[in-house]
T-cell receptor, first 113, second 109 residues
Framework: DAGITQSPRYKITETGRQVTLMCHQT?????MFWYRQDLGHGLRLIYY???????DKGEVPDGYVVSRSKTENFPLTLESATRSQTSVYFC????????????FGQGTRLTVV | KNEVEQSPQNLTAQEGEFITINCSYS?????LHWLQQHPGGGIVSLFM???GKKKHGRLIATINIQEKHSSLHITASHPRDSAVYIC???????????FGTGTRLQVTL
């Protein structure tokens, strides 16, 4: 199916564990983004990527690592999960150029206990 | 101060009412997006605007670039319109979006 998909949809992990959230898009969009959504903060950018092998930090990158070896995949890894990383994570993609829509995945609800 | 401000933060309306949600921003932009998020749901793009006005069904979005302001209107509101509506702007020199904190709309029968 065409679109942008995230997995898993729900995840509970323990403090200190490494966890990877997956994001896959089928349109070959240039740009991909990871956001976290917390009450009172709206959506905040963690990392983004302009193309394969090009990534850059967003607003709140500490504690996260990303990679983009293929255009269609943009995994987000929490190297050592902390309770403050409990959040809903959204992946998004957008094609190149200033006049394109953004498409969002369904979100991953991560709880760190 | 946030670069993107939305008002109101919360809005309750009765079915059939005309609804307006406002978004103001403080920087020059290349585009403005309106997004919808249902409770527990994903985020859906409603509109992308760089000038003027767009309409889709009962939804209308307008933007005034000079005043750095956009509005989202919902005509003949319905309970299924209950959601969080999010405004986001795209800067001319960047691909990333900057988001408002959203407007929570509840439409009652």
């Amino acid at each position: 199916d065409a679109g942008i998909t995230q997995s898993p949809r729900y995840k509970i992990t323990e403090t200190g564990r490494q966890v990877t959230l997956m994001c896959h898009q089928t349109w070959s969009h240039s740009y991909m983004f990871w956001y976290r959504q917390d009450l009172g903060h709206g959506l905040r950018l963690i990392y983004y990527s302009a193309a394969a092998d090009i990534t850059d930090k967003g607003e709140v990158p500490d504690g996260y690592v990303v990679s983009r070896s293929k255009t269609e995949n943009f995994p987000l890894t929490l190297e050592s999960a902390t309770r403050s990383q409990t959040s809903v994570y959204f992946c998004a993609s957008m094609d190149n150029g200033g006049g394109t829509e953004a498409f969002f995945g369904q979100g991953t609800r991560l709880t760190v206990v | 101060k946030n670069e993107v401000e939305q008002s109101p933060q919360n809005l309750t309306a009765q079915e059939g009412e005309f609804i307006t949600i406002n978004c103001s921003y403080s920087v020059g932009i290349s585009a403005l997006h309106w997004l919808q998020q249902h409770p527990g749901g994903g985020i859906v793009s409603l509109f992308m605007l760089s000038s003027g006005k767009k309409k889709h069904g009962r939804l209308i979005a307008t933007i005034n670039i000079q005043e750095k302001h956009s509005s989202l209107h919902i005509t003949a509101s319905h309970p299924r319109d209950s959601a969080v509506y999010i405004c986001a702007v795209r800067l001319p020199t960047a691909s990333k979006l900057t988001f408002g904190t959203g407007t929570r709309l509840q439409v009652t029968l």
